[in-house]
Every structure is written in structure tokens, then in C-alpha cells.
């Protein structure tokens, strides 16, 4: 038997409580709540920088071997 579906609920269930969580807490305390969204947009962005940045070295590493010179 395969485990997925066991995880399929258990991942279900756990965005329903943090949806559920967040709502309660944008509806109790909403400076709180657009403080953590607005950390969370940070997050993302830096996430989406570092990344972007890995390809661009790794287009630069593999460029390397081509005969063009590495960053830096």
C-alpha cells in the first residue's frame, strides 16, 4: 500500500488548521497578521534572488568549460 494518500490527508489537514489559524488571527490582531504576510513576501523574494542567482552561476560554470570566463 502505497503511503501518499496518508500523506495527502495529513497535508490537507494541516493547510486547513494554519488557514483556519490565519484567519483567526488576521480577524483578532491584523497588524500582526499583515506583519507576517509581509515577512513572508520577503521570504519569497529573497528565495526567488537566490535561486535566480544558482542558475545564473550555474549557467556560468557550465559556460566555463566552454571556453567563457566565470563571474567574479
Known amino acids: 500500500m502505497s503511503p501518499e ?3 495527502n490527508v495529513a ?7 494554519l488557514t ?4 483567526l488571527l488576521a480577524v483578532a490582531n ?6 507576517i504576510v509581509l515577512l513572508m513576501l ?3 523574494v ?4 537566490a ?11 557550465f559556460r566555463k568549460d566552454e571556453g567563457g570566463q566565470p563571474p567574479g
Open 5 to 7: 494518500p496518508v500523506s
Open 11 to 17: 497535508v490537507s489537514g494541516t493547510e486547513d488548521v
Open 20 to 23: 483556519t489559524g490565519a484567519l
Open 30 to 35: 491584523p497588524f500582526v497578521a499583515l506583519g
Open 42 to 44: 520577503l521570504a519569497a
Open 46 to 49: 529573497g528565495l526567488f534572488l
Open 51 to 61: 535561486f535566480r542567482q544558482f542558475l545564473k552561476d550555474v549557467g556560468a560554470f
